[in-house]
């Protein structure tokens, strides 16, 4: 069986390499001269930086940890319990905002707690922002979640749905705020992401080059077309049997015939872009600091130094800061419009943009994916999977999941039958 995995990122390389370790014959397509997509790194003088955002790993799922640990032991991550803050009123907050209010000045925190325990009341709103006020109170979404979540999304909250941020923002009880109060204790309670791991050398690139390393890259080779034949498929007019495209799907209508109703759901898929730089500081101890203050271009500080001690040259600190919106170039006057004076970070050392960051998860987000889903990952042997071939606000464990099905189902011959009613 020959199979074509079309992108090198996560999606693309777990999918790849669960085919290859069950002696299928892969090829895998990169449009880029690097593997790893978003979840790439290099060094520029002497710093390691995750372009694309600081990528750390952890998983609910043990099969997902297993296979990630097979393929790069665990002896060569460092293992973190994250310390993410929240820099509110010229001073640290801890996250989430919500168990932290004992670090506020007493009237905020007064306000906060008693929003929150009055809030909650009445139909629960389908739209982010009325969702935020409702679930956490005025004080506690007008402080932090408003603020903030207006930045990273860049998109009207009112106009984005809800069911999307389960499992991925915290959400606590109103006796878990009342007992981190009582307690004057803003520890974490089995909030996701609390602990993780990084790699000890080479950023989070020495995962995705330990999954790459026994697979055959066709790196600088973007697809450029792709059409079904017989019961096979032509990638750039080599044949397969199968197809698993991990690029995005706004990619797809530019190198294959699609009916309008696919294209015209693809067209409707909402998505942000992102430009993260990287700069030198203190070292700290703070995983990534949220910077909800409208004041400041960027939303998040990622403390690269703080993942792993060997990320910055002597013992040095380092972070990266996000903007979100069309791309940013460096200038004298970034860093003071970026970030606030006390965070003292130095100069830029790096700077990358990337086109295809956060997917919005709008309202007509789950008719549209449903639209795409049905089509592509039915039995015709093309499938679209990952962040943005589902088009699903997914983190790398996430994809690496859906790979594992996916290679799951190639390798039980589901993908074959008989290609008539492709309807392509
Ligand atoms: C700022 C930020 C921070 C994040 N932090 C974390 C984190 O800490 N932990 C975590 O688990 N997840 C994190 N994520 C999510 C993580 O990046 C994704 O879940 C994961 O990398 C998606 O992998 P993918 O393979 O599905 O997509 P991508 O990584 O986007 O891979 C798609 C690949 O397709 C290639 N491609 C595109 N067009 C073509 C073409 N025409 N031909 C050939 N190739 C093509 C691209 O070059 C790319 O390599 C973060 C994401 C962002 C944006």
Not at 94 to 115: M, Q, T
Not at 324 to 346: F, M, T
Request: charged share 25%; hydrophobic share 40%; proline share 5%.
């Amino acid at each position: 069986m020959r199979v074509a995995v079309l992108g090198a990122g996560v999606s693309g390389l777990t999918v790849a390499r669960r085919l290859f370790d069950a002696g299928v014959d892969v090829t895998v397509y990169e449009a880029d001269a690097k593997a790893g997509g978003l979840a790439k790194s290099r060094v520029t003088d002497g710093y390691i930086y995750d372009p694309h955002g600081g990528h750390i790993f952890n998983s609910k799922n043990q099969n997902v940890v297993d296979w990630v640990f097979s393929v790069l032991p665990k002896e060569h991550w460092q293992f973190n319990v994250r310390n993410a803050k929240i820099f509110y009123k010229g001073g640290y907050i801890s996250y989430p905002f919500e168990l932290s209010l004992c670090e506020l000045p007493v009237d905020d925190a007064v306000d906060c707690a008693y929003d929150f325990i009055s809030a909650q009341r009445g139909d629960e709103p389908d739209n982010f922002a009325d969702w935020l006020v409702w679930n956490f109170g005025k004080s506690i979404a007008e402080a932090y979640m408003l603020p903030y979540n207006r930045k990273i999304w860049a998109y009207p909250l009112e106009e984005m749905g809800t069911a999307w941020m389960r499992g991925k923002m915290p959400l606590p009880e109103k006796k878990d705020i009342l007992r981190s109060l009582a307690l004057k204790d803003p520890t974490e309670r089995k909030m996701p992401h609390s602990t993780f791991y990084y790699p000890l050398e080479g950023g989070i690139q020495t995962m995705i080059d330990a999954v790459a390393r026994p697979l055959t890259l066709r790196l600088s080779e973007p697809v450029e077309a792709v059409e079904s034949r017989g019961n096979r498929w032509l990638v750039n007019g080599e044949a397969y049997d199968a197809v698993v495209s991990t690029i995005p799907l706004k990619a797809l209508p530019a190198v294959m015939r699609l009916p309008e109703r696919v294209s015209g759901a693809i067209d409707g898929l909402r998505y942000n872009s992102l430009t993260t730089f990287l700069t030198d500081c203190p070292p700290t101890d703070i995983s990534w600091l949220y910077i909800p203050g409208t004041r400041w271009r960027a939303h998040r500080m990622g403390y690269q130094s703080a993942l792993t001690p060997k990320a910055a040259p002597d013992g040095g600190g380092s972070g990266a800061f996000e903007i979100i919106g069309a791309e940013v170039k460096a200038s004298d006057s970034l860093i003071k419009q970026a970030l606030p004076d006390e965070l003292r970070a130095g100069r830029i050392i790096d700077t990358q943009f990337s086109e295809y960051a956060y997917v919005i998860h709008d309202k007509a987000h789950a008719k549209n994916v449903s639209v795409t889903r049905s089509y592509f990952n039915g039995d015709s042997g093309f499938y679209s999977i990952g962040r943005w071939g589902a088009w699903n606000y997914n983190n790398m464990d996430l994809c690496m999941a859906e790979a594992f099905d996916t290679a799951a189902r190639i390798l039980s011959g589901a993908y074959g039958g008989d290609y008539a009613d492709k309807n392509i």
